[in-house]
């Protein structure tokens, strides 16, 4: 799976969609993972700017004793609504693209092919450093079933996560190509394999 060229391949879409199984089903193909929530988290607590704004925006309950994010209560917070989604997004994106550019730009140094999981891909602008992405999209009742199982959360929650982020229309008309996050293992794997011969030809030819 790697060629003289590396490959960026960028994976987004909802939460519960299937989108981070995805991601590491590529990465079992030879690609180094990169999951845009773990570079959020180290950029978030090692950021004194970032967590002075976002305590101003979201208030100081956001921040624990020792000075560092309560994720919990912030996403609770900014997961409220929309407008409060998108002003969390502003505040941490630009850090969060500079790190992730850095970090991409490292591998592709050793020749090595790479996917991005990130739930904001197209928002923060982290699908420029892609050479294709992927929306994962899953029906709601089985996304808020992942969610609630995956979080420990009541289902009032969940869905309250659910609604705060894009359509599926959004996904949709920004990425390349669709995938059905609801499929079994076996077929997914089909897909994402039809995906990656279909965009880098060349690979055909090993």
Known sequence: ????????????????????TIAKMIEQMG???LDVDCIAKSVIQDSASCINDLKNEFSSNVINE???INRAELFDRAFSSKDSLKR???IVHPEIV???EGLIDNIKMSGKNV???????FESGADKL???TISVLAPKRTRTYRVIYRDGISRTVANKRINAQQKD????????YILDGSKNVLSLYSDIKKIILNHTPDLNEN
């Open 66 to 68: 020792d000075g560092s």
């Open 98 to 100: 500079k790190k992730l």
């Open 169 to 176: 229309s959004f996904y949709k008309e920004n990425a390349d």
């Open 31 to 33: 690609y180094e993972l």
């Open 88 to 90: 969390l997004n502003e």
């Open 1 to 20: 799976w790697l060629l003289n060229k590396s490959i960026v391949i960028g994976i987004t879409g909802p939460t519960g969609s299937g989108k981070s």
């Open 115 to 121: 996917v991005v999981d990130a739930a904001v891909l």
């Open 130 to 132: 892609c050479d294709f």
